[in-house]
């Protein structure tokens, strides 16, 4: 069969691509956020004195980037309710499932970024802001988040697109995101190039809108730095 420029268009403004694309996007940004505050205190726990909580720490992110993101999905929507009866309830949805999968596989490779981000702070810094009376809290907040968060943005920035890409895996837990919709339409029409062209040409609109936004925000973050360098020069030869 030739490709059809009409099946083309109607699959790229199908209601059910459309909705697809709103699940993809909610399933990424949940994911992302709650695998961002486990993956800092998992660097946090890298970075601490306890020998015990870097053990866990490096057991977590070991674990978690060994094991395929598909097979981490597989276990928490099949092997979990088999495990443990709460999971069999109603509560326990397919999306619920892909967010759980997905944000303990993204809290594993955050870890690792952040905890970079911690590295290229020099301790030279933190014991002075300790010697000036700051506490463990506003140490982090004052010193050490600014700066990890300029470390931090152009991988994590990447590692979001990443993570948008993966969510077409969410397909093998029957969550209905764009990949799952994508092969509804084409088991149902057996029109292969149009439907997953249709699909291809929305995920790199996505990718693209937030790539345009990872650039805005690492010039904005830049910017302010400078800025807040210089005024530091000039305070310091007292103009």
Same mark, same amino acid.
């Given at each position: ?51 015990? =909580?870097? $053990?866990? /720490?490096?057991?977590? @992110?070991?674990?978690? #980037?060994?094991?395929? %993101?598909?097979? !981490? ?90 993570? =948008?890409? $993966?969510? /077409?895996?969410?397909? @093998?837990?029957?969550? #209905?995101?764009?990949? %799952?919709?994508? !092969? ?56």
């Amino acid at each position: 069969m030739d490709f059809q420029g009409p099946v083309f268009l109607e699959a790229l403004t199908s209601k059910s691509l459309i909705q697809g694309v709103q699940v993809t996007i909610a399933l990424t940004v949940v994911a992302f956020a709650v695998g961002l505050v486990i993956g800092l205190l998992v660097a946090v726990m890298r970075d601490s004195r306890l020998r015990v =909580l870097r $053990i866990l /720490s490096w057991t977590y @992110v070991w674990i978690f #980037r060994g094991i395929p %993101t598909l097979i !981490q999905l597989f276990i928490v929507w099949y092997a979990l309710p088999q495990v443990f009866p709460v999971f069999r309830e109603q509560w326990f949805t397919p999306f619920l499932a892909a967010t759980i999968a997905l944000s303990f596989n993204e809290a594993a490779y955050a870890a690792e970024i952040m905890r970079g981000g911690l590295l290229a702070v020099d301790d030279g810094q933190k014991v002075a802001a300790r010697a000036l009376g700051m506490t463990p809290f506003k140490v982090f907040s004052k010193v050490v988040a600014p700066q990890l968060t300029r470390v931090a943005i152009p991988p994590m920035a990447n590692d979001f697109i990443t993570l =948008l890409k $993966i969510t /077409s895996l969410a397909s @093998v837990v029957s969550v #209905r995101e764009l990949m %799952t919709n994508t !092969q509804t339409a084409v088991a149902s029409s057996f029109r292969f190039a149009e439907w997953y062209l249709a699909a291809a040409v929305y995920y790199l609109v996505l990718v693209s809108i937030f790539m345009v936004g990872q650039a805005w925000l690492e010039r904005r973050f830049v910017w302010t730095s400078r800025v807040r360098g210089q005024r530091s020069i000039m305070r310091a030869i007292g103009r």
